[in-house]
Nanobody, 119 residues
Framework: QVQLVESGGALVQAGASLRLSCAAS????????MSWYRQAPGKERELVAAITRAGGSTHYADSVKGRFTISRDNAKNTVYRQMNNLKPGGTAVYYC????????????WGKGTLVNVSS
């Protein structure tokens, strides 16, 4: 059974930094591209960062470039997201996604972790 478990969400003040983790089990982690999505209250889920299987390439949404960093440790089956200079009003649930690079359309989601940014 595949599981993605996010952790690290917290209530923080604007300007703070936070690191999220997503631990994967039940799959061959190194065969999946990993992504972080976020969903703010009343808004659709959006992609914010992605990293390829070996970590050689990353992609960021324009809104987080320069502030967020995605990384992965294939030995630990974990993907990370370092967030710096969190913006007021940046409250959202952050979700981890694993996308198979072998089987089209095969992906898995975590249940999310809440980041609440206060001004």
């Amino acid at each position: 059974q595949v599981q993605l478990v996010e952790s690290g969400g917290a209530l923080v003040q604007a300007g703070a930094s936070l690191r999220l983790s997503c631990a994967a089990s039940g799959l061959t982690f190194s065969r999946y591209a990993m992504s972080w999505y976020r969903q703010a209250p009343g808004k659709e889920r959006e992609l914010v960062a992605a990293i390829t299987r070996a970590g050689g390439s990353t992609h960021y949404a324009d809104s987080v470039k320069g502030r967020f960093t995605i990384s992965r440790d294939n030995a630990k089956n974990t993907v990370y997201r370092q967030m710096n200079n969190l913006k007021p009003g940046g409250t959202a649930v952050y979700y981890c996604n694993a996308l198979s690079e072998m089987y089209y359309g095969l992906d898995y989601w975590g249940k999310g972790t809440l980041v609440n940014v206060s001004s």
